[in-house]
């Protein structure tokens, strides 16, 4: 079976085609971080505009790059959301009208859900439910028990910043372009994890969400000088402090450790309570290699189940994978009633 799939939450356009679920036959995508990379961030207005200007020619590369025409596919699977009211106007409209020319299901996936599916694309055989699921996006960042492909339940979320949205805004802080995430990890390979003592946040009385808005102002705080020891100070001569390159690199490379840190031990917590034995990671985080090897070495015994690389980021074959399955259980598909949703609330578990 032959899945189009059309994703177009944020500042990705991208479409793809995929068989059953698991063979991607092609993965097209047109990035607009050059368009927003002067304003240090996605602005909605402009992501729109840019997804109507390229959602065709990306649909057309799609199928040419997979051999394909629209008449050989079976369903068109969109991404409804999380995300900008606007940008997922374009995609939902761009897959209803294909839908309905075509007369072939219409399939709505969560985004979220998707960068799940996508640790599991290039496995051959499903996971050990329930597994751990990790999504580490600009958007969200949440912990979830997979207890099926397509069933989940939320064990904890952040209150506050994404942990990329607080990556971006950290890279902001140093000057760095958007997205921030690569350009924090690159600093960080040559700086001081040890040097700033920087926490993530404790939410109480929800011991596994997450809050990452103190551990960004703690980052401003040292940029400006303000909770520097006096030796610090006195070593960089004068207040306000003069960045060297060294710093910036030990304060990325502290923040990084800071974040990472924290999701580990909020890991460690919810694999206690739920004896998953398997995590599925997603996100574009997920794409942060001292990330991937912090994790490795803090459960040597658990299956660690990364996207692979075209997959991590937002795409599109994740949106027609996932859909697959989708179709499988509701073979007739949505309504075309589909409308876009900015948020999409997992459910929480039940003490
Ligand atoms: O999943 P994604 O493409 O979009 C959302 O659904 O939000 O993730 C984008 C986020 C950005 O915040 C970006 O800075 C972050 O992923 N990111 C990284 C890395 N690569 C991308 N963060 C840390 N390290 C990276 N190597
Ligand atoms: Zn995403």
């Given at each position: 079976m032959l899945i189009l799939g059309i994703e177009s939450t944020c500042d990705e356009t991208a479409c793809a085609v995929v068989r059953d679920g698991k063979e991607i036959l092609s993965n097209a995508i047109v990035s607009q971080a050059l368009l927003h990379e002067v304003y240090g961030g996605v602005v909605p207005e402009l992501a729109c505009r840019r997804h109507v200007d390229v959602i065709i020619p990306v649909i057309e590369e799609a199928l040419a790059a997979a051999s394909v025409?629209?008449?050989?596919?079976d369903a068109i699977a969109v991404a409804y959301g999380p995300g900008l009211v606007g940008a997922l106007l374009i995609g939902v409209n761009a897959a209803k009208s294909l839908s309905m020319s075509l007369n072939k299901p219409l399939i709505g996936v969560n985004h979220v859900e998707a960068h799940l599916y996508a640790a599991m694309m290039h496995m051959p055989l499903?996971?050990?439910?329930?597994?751990?699921?990790?999504?580490?996006?600009?958007?969200?960042?949440?912990?979830?028990?997979?207890?099926?492909i397509d069933t989940y339940t939320l064990l904890g979320?952040?209150?506050?910043?994404?942990?990329?949205?607080?990556?971006?805004?950290?890279?902001?802080?140093?000057?760095?372009?958007?997205?921030?995430?690569?350009?924090?990890?690159r600093l960080a390979l040559n700086g001081d994890p040890k040097r700033f003592p920087f926490k993530g946040g404790i939410v109480k009385g929800h011991p596994l969400d997450f809050s990452f808005s103190g551990l960004k102002t703690s980052v401003l705080y040292t940029l400006r000088g303000q909770n520097c020891s006096y030796d610090q100070?006195?070593?960089?001569g004068n207040n306000p402090w003069e960045l060297s390159e060294q710093d910036k690199c030990d304060v990325a490379a502290s923040f990084q450790k800071a974040a990472f840190d924290d999701l580990i031990k909020k890991t460690r917590l919810a694999i206690e309570g739920t004896g998953a034995t398997e995590i599925l990671f997603g996100g574009g985080v997920?794409?942060?290699?001292?990330?991937?090897?912090?994790?490795?070495?803090?459960f040597p015994h658990t299956q660690l189940r990364w996207p692979?690389?075209?997959?991590?980021?937002?795409?599109?074959?994740?949106?027609?994978?996932?859909?697959?399955?989708?179709?499988?259980?509701?073979?007739?598909?949505?309504?075309?009633?589909?409308?876009?949703?900015?948020?999409?609330p997992f459910q929480r578990k039940q003490n």
């Open positions: 025409s629209l008449s050989d596919i499903p996971p050990q439910f329930p597994a751990l699921g990790l999504i580490l996006s600009g958007g969200h960042t949440a912990l979830i028990s997979v207890d099926d979320q952040t209150v506050d910043d994404a942990i990329g949205e607080a990556f971006d805004k950290v890279a902001k802080m140093l000057e760095l372009p958007y997205p921030g995430g690569p350009h924090i990890e100070l006195k070593e960089h997920t794409n942060n290699k001292a990330l991937r090897n912090a994790f490795q070495i803090a692979e690389v075209n997959l991590s980021l937002d795409n599109a074959a994740m949106i027609a994978g996932l859909g697959y399955h989708k179709l499988k259980r509701n073979p007739a598909g949505d309504s075309l009633d589909l409308e876009p949703a900015t948020r999409i």
